[in-house]
């Protein structure tokens, strides 16, 4: 492995690490929605700013937030490119079951096919015995 792959799956790892808590995904959620300094992501938590400053500092290593200066504010800012990412990893295992899924679908089809074939063989058979033989 590269040192390249090695640090784009170090990425992908602080960033489904720093997802896994509820509180940043919440913070993640109100990000998606526009900037918002830290106050205002404090909000709707029963936690002290503090914590939640940690939290951020979780998503900003993470690259998942990045903080920018707007005279006394200090907004937070969702990285879209970075869930991206993310997004772009969970697809490349969906798209393999969803093919698996669809290739199980056409020999479900294929089997109801033959089956309905021989059902109807069958049934023809019993109506009319004179033409079996």
């Known amino acids: 492995m590269g040192d390249a792959q090695a ?3 170090e990425r992908l790892d602080r960033a489904f690490m720093a997802l896994a808590d509820p509180v940043r995904r919440s913070i993640v959620a109100r990000l998606s929605r526009g900037s918002a300094t830290v106050n205002e ?3 709707p938590f029963d936690i002290t ?3 939640v400053s940690k939290h951020i500092q979780v998503l900003e290593s993470a690259g998942l937030v990045t903080r920018s200066r707007d005279a006394q504010r200090r907004p937070v800012h969702l ?3 970075a869930l991206e990412t993310l997004t772009e990893w969970i697809d490349r295992y969906r798209l393999i079951h969803e093919q698996q899924y669809r290739r199980l679908d056409s020999l479900l089809a294929a089997g109801r096919d033959a089956s309905a074939a021989a059902s109807v063989a069958d049934h023809r058979v019993g109506l009319d015995p004179k033409e079996s033989s």
């Open 7 to 9: 640090q784009a799956d």
């Open 41 to 43: 992501l404090a909000e």
């Open 49 to 51: 700013k503090q914590a």
């Open 79 to 81: 990285d879209a490119a």
